[in-house]
């Protein structure tokens, strides 16, 4: 016999849970306006209309909530040691009681105090309702209540104020209503869109908001990227505080919790000591869609990553993004969701530092045309992942032997062109072993249009592979080893599989960065970033990005004057 639409009928005076605010809701994400957040709004329909809505509401979403854990608070606070978990006001039988002390007993306050109910321990808020419930053995509340909702998602039982059991074929129509009750809109856009779509939104903040669990303290973190970095550490109930690295240490021993770092601004022997005092250290680092400039001029980063064991560059020692490229099970939704990212990017003419312009340098006809693409010579990356070549002049050496009858074109770092950083090479270097120095052409059009790129560990090496294009590789990136770039360093054993394009551009892009939307500052996926930075979304200009423009133009002009003063 098929149930009859659940209705959510409210209880103690109070009005239903389901009809107070949406289900399927936003996190508290500090410093953004509610309205600007806000990922549902309360639907206004009644009667036989809500009841069609509801009827609307899939077993498969309702599935994908369960799967994602999102709904209710699924953010806050995780107490542990929870057996039971009940709404404030709701009485519990002696019998489901048995065998449990007060401190096994989770109160959930609702939005006002109510008198009454069992004796236990109150839960702090916000509280992470899928993580308590999931540990419980039971919970008591009124069938509408989110808390018996995600119960029942998680099949846990339910027992209702008359302490009777809920069936859970009720506590389905419960969730459909809920779902129903709200409509949905695209934070990013503003436009209407459906549960399905807030469902994945849901669970791409949850990703993010997990990832920053047991984050104790943040050090090394530069002042002008702080703002930024607290936004993509908040993990649903603060951020960490931003401390020196012995500190920052100290506090992370207290708490039995994590040390953030950035890696270049943090001294090995404060990590040596983390290490043999047990502490885990959290690597943040420069995603690989990272703002509208560079970061060597004080563009605060638009996307970063969080790694807990190496670090994607460090080709020394296992990361989190290798392990995820050696072991994850990528799902097709996955790898279709990354083929449509690839495409997007490659329509966009999106870049690590935003879109590009540029007149594009001529190449020869008729022969074989090679880029070699230079770096930062005293960056992580290169000294981590270069696989023993030595700067930029050795680089080029070594394209030049594998390449002897090629026309090599030669393109420096935007971060050593700007004057910011080290690895500068004069003209008559270069031109000593390759055939033109290209310092204006956009880089992907010129990716696109040689026959083979050439890189030590640059970026660029896996932006050539999303465009399908030959890669030759000196070094060790993260993309090397997987069966799709030409690799001259000896390979690492712990890369033992092969991937498709997709299953890398999933987990390089969507799976291991976090994004931060440079317009609403909210967390987001990379197609935000991608479209942000394809249609010019401005970026802050402080008068610290003015100082180091300026500064790299004195130490560029210093540079050449040098060069033409040797002759």
Not at 176 to 203: H, I, T
Not at 468 to 474: A, F, K, L
């Amino acid at each position: 016999m098929a149930l009859k639409p659940f209705r959510a009928t409210g209880y103690y005076g109070q009005r239903s849970i389901v009809n107070a605010i949406p289900f399927l809701r936003s996190p508290p994400f500090p410093g953004i306006a509610p309205a600007t957040a806000a990922i549902s709004r309360v639907r206004e329909a009644q009667g036989r209309q809500a009841a069609e809505v509801a009827e609307g509401v899939s077993d498969a979403l309702l599935d994908a909530i369960a799967q994602a854990r999102v709904g209710g608070m699924f953010w806050g606070h995780r107490p542990q040691g929870i057996r039971l978990v009940a709404r404030e006001g709701v009485a519990v039988p002696q019998a489901a009681r048995e065998g449990l002390a007060r401190q096994d007993i989770g109160i959930v306050r609702g939005s006002r105090r109510v008198a009454g109910g069992v004796a236990g321990r109150l839960l702090p808020r916000p509280v992470d309702l899928w993580s308590v419930i999931g540990a419980a053995r039971s919970v008591h509340a009124a069938p509408d209540d989110e808390l018996a909702i995600v119960a029942g998602l998680l099949n846990v039982p339910v027992f209702g104020p008359d302490g009777a059991p809920v069936a859970p074929g009720m506590l389905r129509e419960a969730a459909r209503a809920a779902v129903a009750a709200g409509s949905y809109r695209d934070c990013f856009s503003g436009e209407a869109v459906d549960a399905a779509w807030a469902v994945a939104q849901l669970a791409d903040w949850r990703r993010h908001l997990d990832g920053n669990r047991g984050i104790a303290a943040a050090s090394g973190m530069a002042l002008w990227k702080r703002e930024a970095i607290r936004h993509f550490l908040w993990d649903g109930v603060c951020s960490p505080p931003f401390l020196p690295a012995e500190k920052g240490l100290r506090r992370a021993q207290r708490e039995g919790g994590a040390l953030a770092v950035w890696p270049s601004r943090v001294s090995g022997a404060v990590l040596e000591e983390a290490r043999v005092s047990g502490v885990a250290v959290a690597k943040v680092e420069d995603g690989f869609l990272r703002s509208k400039g560079l970061g060597a001029a004080l563009h605060p980063p638009g996307s970063v990553v969080v790694d807990r064991s190496g670090i994607y560059y460090d080709a020394r020692s296992p990361s989190d993004m290798e392990t995820l490229l050696a072991t994850h099970a990528f799902a097709p939704a996955e790898e279709r969701r990354a083929a449509c990212l690839r495409a997007m990017i490659r329509a966009s003419g999106v870049t690590k530092y935003g879109r590009e312009a540029g007149v594009m340098i001529a190449l020869p006809q008729g022969r074989r045309t090679v880029l070699a693409v230079g770096q930062v010579e005293d960056d992580l990356s290169v000294e981590y992942g270069g696989a023993g070549v030595a700067g930029n002049l050795d680089l080029l050496r070594r394209v030049r032997a594998a390449e002897p009858e090629a026309w090599i074109v030669y393109r420096p770092h935007p971060d050593v062109q700007a004057g910011l950083r080290k690895g500068h090479l004069s003209d008559a270097a270069v031109l000593a072993v390759a055939d033109a120095i290209d310092l204006g052409s956009p880089l992907m059009a010129l990716v696109q249009a040689v026959d083979e790129v050439h890189v030590l560990s640059s970026l660029t090496g896996f932006e050539a592979l999303m465009r399908d294009r030959p890669v030759t590789v000196h070094g060790m990136p993260f993309y090397a080893g997987w069966g799709l770039t030409r690799d001259l360093a000896p390979a690492s054993g712990r890369r033992g599989r092969s991937l498709s394009l997709d299953q890398l551009v999933a987990g390089a892009l969507i799976l291991y960065p976090r994004y931060l939307d440079p317009m609403t500052r909210l967390p987001c996926g990379p197609e935000i970033m991608v479209d942000r930075l394809a249609s010019g979304a401005p970026s802050p200009m402080s008068w610290l990005i003015r100082l180091r423009t300026l500064q790299g133009k004195l130490r560029r002009f210093m540079t050449l004057s040098a060069e033409y003063l040797r002759g």
